[in-house]
């Protein structure tokens, strides 16, 4: 397994942009598809976005999709999340995660990261 560390997070106004990281340890990255998901206060967590191991293959949320861009560096063992255009309801704690396959289901990544607090004012 993969520890995973995210950074980046904050206070942004509406129709701002935030860039988050997630650093991870261990020599496997480059063997693990990379996700984002995001967890509003009351609410279930949710998919935002999906990488392939060589960032060939991307997924989004509906609701992110056109204004997130999920990216990878192999060499740097880092994923990134690019939010632009961000909403109110972008508000959530962000994860990322690390897993065997492409898919947007929590169930099947096996590591998570701490989280990182996105908060968007209107």
């Known amino acids: 397994q993969v520890q995973l560390v995210e950074s980046g997070g904050g206070l942004v106004q509406t129709g701002g942009s935030l860039r988050l990281s997630c650093a991870a340890s261990?020599?496997?990255?480059?063997?693990?598809?990379m996700g984002w998901f995001r967890q509003a206060p009351g609410k279930e967590r949710e998919f935002v976005s999906v990488?392939?191991?060589?960032?060939?293959?991307?997924n989004y949320a509906a609701t992110v999709k056109g204004r997130f861009t999920i990216s990878r560096d192999n060499a740097k063992n880092t994923v990134y999340l690019q939010m632009n255009n961000l909403k109110p309801e972008d508000t959530a704690i962000y994860y990322c995660?690390?897993?065997?396959?492409?898919?947007?289901?929590?169930?099947?990544?096996?590591?998570w990261g701490q989280g990182t607090q996105v908060t968007v004012s209107s």
């Open positions: 995660a690390a897993s065997t396959i492409v898919i947007d289901r929590p169930e099947f990544f096996r590591s």
């Open positions: 261990g020599r496997t990255f480059s063997s693990y598809a």
């Open positions: 990488v392939s191991w060589n960032g060939g293959s991307t």
